[in-house]
Nanobody, 124 residues
Framework: QVQLVESGGGLVQTGGSLRLSCAAS????????MGWFRQAPGKERKFVAA????????YYTDSVKGRFSISSDNAENTVYLQMNSLKPEDTAVYYC?????????????????WGQGTQVTVSS
C-alpha cells in the first residue's frame, strides 16, 4: 500500500511563496499521475495540478496557472508544488494524490491514494 506524506504548508502573507512536498513510500506503478488537490473550509476538494510519471506532462487548473509549478524527483519518489504570488483564496488544506495508468483525470474519484493533507493559510 503506497503511503503519501505531504509537508511544507504554513502561514504566509499575500504575495508570498510556499513549496509543498509529497513523498511516496514506494513506486508501485509503471505509469501514473501525481496530483495536488485543495479543500477550503466548507467546500469540495478541487483539483490544482498534476504531473505524469515521466515528469514531461503537467496540467493546472486555470486559477493557478502562471503562479504554481508542479515538479517531481523520481529518484526520491517526491512531488513538489511551488506556489508563488499566493492569494487569500489559495487558503486550504492541500492534498497530494496518486492514480495509476496513463490517463489524466482531474476528478477526486480517479485517485486511489491520498496523503493526510497540509494546511496553507494566506493572510491578507
Amino acid at each position: 500500500q503506497v503511503q503519501l506524506v505531504e509537508s511544507g504548508g504554513g502561514l504566509v502573507q499575500t504575495g508570498g511563496s510556499l513549496r509543498l512536498s509529497c513523498a511516496a513510500s514506494e513506486r508501485t506503478f509503471s505509469t501514473y499521475w501525481m496530483g495536488w488537490f485543495r479543500q477550503a473550509p466548507g467546500k469540495e476538494r478541487k483539483f490544482v495540478a498534476a504531473i505524469s510519471w515521466s515528469g514531461r506532462n503537467t496540467y493546472y487548473t486555470d486559477s493557478v496557472k502562471g503562479r504554481f509549478s508542479i515538479s517531481s524527483d523520481n529518484a526520491e519518489n517526491t512531488v513538489y508544488l511551488q506556489m508563488n504570488s499566493l492569494k487569500p483564496e489559495d487558503t486550504a488544506v492541500y492534498y497530494c494524490a496518486l492514480k495509476s495508468g496513463d490517463a489524466l483525470y482531474a476528478s477526486v474519484n480517479a485517485y486511489a491514494y491520498w496523503g493526510q493533507g497540509t494546511q496553507v493559510t494566506v493572510s491578507s
